[in-house]
């Protein structure tokens, strides 16, 4: 009889557990992304010199007041380690979920070519030790990752890209990110998961990136932010407006994907709201009719993202991120306008989101007091876009002639969710596309020019075969080599199998040669 209970029993838990009587939630945005005394999102960047400085940001939950780091020359026996400690940089930081310490130390007059061991903290809850080795005073030869936009389901799908760059290239110099690496530029949860994809990979080999129009805060009146009946603030796009007869409807989104109508007077007053509304807001039909929503009222509190009529980048940027504040034209271009020296090559980052003619200037400058080798630029928009309708004609006309006169060698870019790459094709037959694009690439000029995604958004091509490679509906990810007078390129599909190679060589006296693989 025990026998016959025990098994009773055991096949009713296996049938509990097969055939569970509850269906799954989804485990909210705000606990999922909620900081803590653990320190998280640590990534390395640079903000000066890379051979003698690297810099470290984390987070953490306001608890924590103060951030340390402590920083060894790694050795075999982690218990000899003989630490330095540093305090941090801490700033107050409210996203649209949670409230956050951000915490910044830059290690100052490291050894070049050296591995370091370091941990942040708040002096009691560490991390793990990571490793991060300081560029060459040399120029000794490296690689990179570069990756086009992320940008959409970065946890679901871009991850796995990502990963698969590390497995090929496990000692990479650094990852650079050519923009829109995630979709809405203020959504913390976001900001998470592109944090969670490269996990600690980034805690040990540096970012360099460039803001795309994704990170970027827009003047428009179609972008709102709403006060929800349980305090929160949330995110409202508006999709559509028809006024009829008085009555404005407005359809609207919000960051789940979730629809809504709401029907306002010309005074200013709602007069209906549909179900979805409900739904987003949590206020009944019956506590937001007859409430006003122009000026800000309560309920909604309806405001402007952004009111400053200015196109800011995303206030995540310079928190989680610590690159060079070099001579800018213009403040909004600090730590996304700069250039990074790195082993015999001056990567430069350029803002193609605003102030497209004040940078020229100081673009003009940095080319010309150049001492590296190689110079290698991104910037998020393309001078030659492949997909849709796309043709970013100022960026060109405004910067393709400086790029020309000093010969910049490589341009590396995103936003067209596609994959173009320049090379010497025959333009007598090209058709369907703008002008200009059949001057792509020049043999007498050298500079190749790439657009890549990494992301699973994907467009097809539309424009004529302007370029040596063409791709569509394909994510992406690219490794750099570069050895003295070579720069090897090659670029491979989320699988690993490679999608298109090439070399440059410099030639003295001569622009490079470009050498189909």
């Not at 309806?302 to 196109?311: V, Y």
């Not at 803002?351 to 673009?363: F, G, H, R, Y």
């Not at 173009?420 to 037959?429: E, H, P």
């Amino acid at each position: 009889m025990q026998k016959l209970i025990l098994s009773f029993l055991i096949s009713f838990c296996v049938n509990l557990v097969a055939h569970p009587s509850g269906s799954a939630k989804e485990y909210s945005k705000e606990m999922a992304h909620s900081p803590s005394l653990l320190p998280d999102r640590v990534v390395l960047t640079w903000n000066d010199d890379p051979a003698t400085t690297q810099a470290v940001n984390w987070r953490t939950n306001v608890s924590v007041k103060a951030g340390l780091a402590q920083l060894a020359v790694a050795n075999a026996n982690g218990r000899a380690l003989k630490l330095e400690e540093f305090k941090a940089e801490t700033s107050y930081f409210k996203s649209d979920i949670n409230e956050a310490h951000y915490h910044s130390v830059t290690f100052k007059n490291l050894q070049p070519n050296t591995l370091y061991a370091y941990r942040v903290g708040d002096g009691v809850n560490w991390t793990e030790y990571y490793h991060f080795k300081t560029a060459s005073s040399q120029e000794d030869p490296f690689s990179f990752i570069y990756f086009g936009d992320a940008q959409n389901e970065v946890k679901t799908h871009w991850s796995r890209v990502f990963r698969e760059a590390f497995r090929d290239a496990p000692r990479a110099a650094f990852t650079l990110h050519a923009g829109d690496l995630i979709d809405i530029h203020n959504m913390d949860s976001q900001w998470g998961e592109w944090h969670q994809g490269p996990d600690w990979v980034n805690g040990t080999i540096p970012v360099i990136a460039t803001p795309g129009n994704h990170e970027y805060q827009k003047d428009s009146e179609s972008k709102r932010i709403w006060t929800t009946k349980d305090g929160r603030n949330t995110n409202i796009d508006i999709t559509s407006l028809d006024n009829k007869e008085g009555v404005l409807t407005v359809s609207i989104e919000d960051p789940k994907g979730r629809d809504g109508v709401i029907k306002v007077s010309e005074a200013g007053t709602i007069i209906d709201a549909d179900e979805g509304i409900e739904t987003i807001t949590g206020f009944q039909k019956n506590e937001l009719v007859n409430k006003l929503i122009l000026g800000g009222q309560a309920p909604l509190y309806d405001r402007l993202r952004n009111p400053s009529n200015e196109e800011i980048v995303s206030n995540h940027w310079r928190p989680q991120f610590s690159f060079p504040i070099q001579d800018v034209p213009d403040d909004r271009l600090k730590e996304t306008t700069y250039f990074i020296d790195y082993q015999g090559v001056r990567f430069i980052s350029l803002d193609s989101n605003i102030a497209i003619e004040e940078q020229k200037p100081w673009l003009r400058k940095v080319l010309e007091d150049n001492p590296n080798r190689w110079t290698i630029l991104t910037f998020h928009h393309p001078l030659y876009s492949p997909a849709s309708s796309r043709d970013n004609v100022t960026i060109r006309e405004q910067w393709k002639p400086i790029l020309d006169e000093f010969k910049v060698d490589l341009v590396l870019s995103g936003h067209d969710h596609s994959y173009s790459r320049t090379g010497l094709v025959d333009t007598k037959n090209i058709k369907n596309v703008p002008a200009g694009y059949k001057q792509a690439y020049d043999p007498e000029i050298g500079t190749v020019h790439v657009v890549s995604v990494s992301g699973p958004k994907l467009y097809e091509i539309t424009k004529g075969k302007f370029a040596k490679k063409l791709g569509e509906n394909t994510q992406l990810y690219q490794i750099i080599d570069i050895e003295k007078n070579n720069l090897s390129f090659r670029a491979f599909t989320a699988t690993g199998e490679l999608y298109d190679e090439f070399l440059l060589q410099k030639r003295p006296n001569k622009p490079n040669k470009l050498i189909e693989k």
